[in-house]
């Protein structure tokens, strides 16, 4: 089960936002996400989706998890959403 893991995770962050969404309560939501497996995890960092999985995570690949996100370089993330956007209108 997921959501031991998880809450432990958000206790051993307190600097990091978790949230949980009721995807029968909030289905235009989950639609818009592309939610099709409960749990999928997904991290957003300044307001950004950077990562986006279905499925239960142990604790040690949520902790990587948490660790690769913190550790992006969001300008660089950036530049690469823009370079994809651009491509995609181009096609």
Same mark, same amino acid.
């Given at each position: ?9 958000? /206790? ?11 995807? /029968? ?15 999928? %995890? ?6 950004? %989706? ?11 690949? %949520? ?7 913190? /550790? %992006? ?9 823009? /370079? ?8």
């Amino acid at each position: 089960m997921f959501a031991p893991v998880y809450e432990a995770a958000s /206790e051993q962050h307190p600097d990091v936002v978790f949230g949980k969404v009721d995807t /029968e309560a909030e289905q235009a939501l989950a639609a818009a996400a592309r939610i099709t497996s409960i749990p999928t %995890l997904m991290a957003f960092r300044d307001g950004i %989706l950077v990562f986006s999985q279905p499925g239960a995570l142990p604790a040690a690949a %949520l902790e990587q998890v948490i660790t690769a996100v913190r /550790e %992006l370089d969001m300008d660089d993330v950036r530049r690469q959403r823009a /370079e994809q956007q651009s491509t995609a209108q181009t096609a």
